[in-house]
Structure formats: structure tokens, C-alpha cells
């Protein structure tokens, strides 16, 4: 069993790159998964229908979400009935959509859980908590358990990773759009990565335009940030899973610069 998980979407010109990337990928890993986060898809804010729509047709199965999940009104019109999209499921008790989903393969069902972080970010329930009751409710009903921990502090990353390990098939980490270079598989047979980047534009800052963002950190006066324009870069990683344990055996980022990337 192999994942592909693609990091944060940002705006129009991270759309640009994965349709751009995508159908490279989908030809060197013909039997893989195609996960993605996608709270920065609209404008930076977001997912609309219409985005998710698009990244179904290129083959994503799955989209998990984050602290932007509410950013576009119109996402309460469909998250209910979606059940390829999920936001953090640690949100309070009642919040539309779903915390985790099941994705179906020849091997077993991927258990595909997303979770949101509390330092530096809204308090909310906790994402430690919360993964526990999951898995315990789900025992026995999936092979593979796949997290997306969308979280600002990489401490609290690198814990959900220890406290996951040997529970989940692997642990990513999302929303601080910086590839990290420690993918690892942990002890226990986890795959792991504190954050796995952004696919977006590659000289803004975090994808925003980098003088909006220069200007506030130079003045502390009130901005507003919008979505860079130009080129773009892509980040991914890539999951090799035993088909009998649900074990991790391999994990490769994947790094592309529109640059340098030989269009297929």
C-alpha cells in the first residue's frame, strides 16, 4: 500500500501546480492514494465546492482540512454530505462535517483521521484525546490509520508522533507550509514528518505576498494578506505501508520547483 499525502493547497497558483504535478505522480505511482490538504485552496481561506470538485476529477481521494475550514460561508451548504473531506475532529461536539473518514483499497480500509493543534492556535478539544477515542471506536474496522495533525508548534507535532507510533500507519504534519527534512519511520513502525510544506507560490512568504507580510512584521500596523502570484512549488510525501501489519516501511519527500520540474 502506498499514500501520497500533498501538502497545504495555496490559492489559485497551488492549483496551478497540482494540476500541473499531479498526473506525473499518478504515473509513477499508478496504485497509490492521492491525499491532500486543502483549507488554503480558495484565495488562501478555504475550499469551495467547486475547488473540491476539481481535485476529485484529478484524482485525489481525500481532502483534509484545518483552522481555515470555515473561511469560505458556503462550505456549510456541503461538508455534511461529503465524505471525502474532513476537518480537525477534535472541533466541538455539533460542528458540521466529520472528523475522520475510510478510504476503500484492495487491501483494506485507510482510516483517514484530521486533527488540529492547540498551541499557538484556538483552544479547542484535545487532539491527543480524541485520536485515543477514535481508534478505540474504529478497533478492528480499518488496516491502515493515516493522521493528519494540521498543528503550529512542532513539539506538539513531534508528541503526536510518539503517541502515535505503533498505532498509525504514519503522522504528517501540516499548516506551517515549511517542508521539514526529518521524515522518519518511528520505533514502533509509524511513519513520520513534522510538516510536510505547501504547494503554492514559492516567493511569497508562506504563500502570502511577501511585502504585505515585510510590512507588518516591520510596523506592527494592521494588513491585509492576499495569495502571492509567479511561480510555484510542491511538496509531497510519499508512504510505503505493509500490506499485512499496516506497518510503515519507507517514507521520500518530494520536492518540486516549477523551475525545475520536467512537465511529462
Not at 20 to 27: E, F, H, R, W, Y
Not at 71 to 99: H, L, S, V
Not at 124 to 152: M, N, S, T, W
Amino acid at each position: 500500500m502506498k499514500v501520497v499525502f500533498i501538502g497545504d493547497i495555496v490559492g489559485s497558483v497551488g492549483r496551478k501546480a497540482l494540476k500541473a504535478v499531479v498526473p506525473s505522480l499518478k504515473d509513477r505511482y499508478p496504485n497509490a492514494v492521492f491525499i491532500a490538504n486543502g483549507e488554503n485552496a480558495a484565495a488562501g481561506r478555504g475550499i469551495t465546492a467547486a475547488i473540491a470538485r476539481d481535485f476529485y476529477s484529478m484524482g485525489i481521494q481525500a481532502i483534509t482540512m484545518g483552522n481555515h475550514t470555515w473561511d469560505q460561508k458556503e462550505i456549510f451548504e456541503f461538508i455534511d454530505d461529503e465524505e471525502r473531506m474532513i476537518r480537525p475532529a477534535n472541533f466541538p461536539p455539533g460542528t458540521p462535517g466529520r472528523g475522520y473518514t475510510k478510504i476503500k483499497t484492495r487491501v483494506g480500509d485507510i482510516l483517514l483521521i484530521n486533527l488540529q493543534g492547540r498551541t499557538f492556535l484556538p483552544p479547542i478539544d484535545c487532539p491527543f484525546r480524541k485520536v485515543d477515542e477514535i481508534l478505540e471506536d474504529e478497533k478492528g474496522q480499518y488496516k491502515f490509520a493515516f493522521v493528519d495533525f494540521h498543528a503550529e508548534a512542532t513539539s506538539e507535532k513531534i508528541a503526536m508522533g510518539w503517541h502515535l507510533d505503533g498505532r498509525a500507519s504514519a503522522v504528517v504534519g501540516t499548516h506551517t507550509h515549511v517542508q521539514t527534512n526529518d521524515n522518519r519511520i518511528l520505533p514502533q513502525g509509524t511513519g513520520y514528518v513534522t510538516d510536510v510544506g505547501m504547494v503554492g507560490p514559492r516567493d511569497g512568504i508562506l504563500g502570502m505576498e511577501r511585502n504585505a507580510v515585510l510590512y507588518k512584521f516591520e510596523t506592527q500596523l494592521p494588513v491585509r494578506f492576499v495569495v502571492d502570484e509567479g511561480k510555484w512549488h510542491f511538496h509531497a510525501v510519499v508512504f510505503d505501508f505493509n500490506d499485512v501489519t499496516g506497518a510503515c516501511e519507507s517514507s521520500q519527500l518530494i520536492r518540486y520547483d516549477e523551475d525545475e520540474f520536467i512537465f511529462a
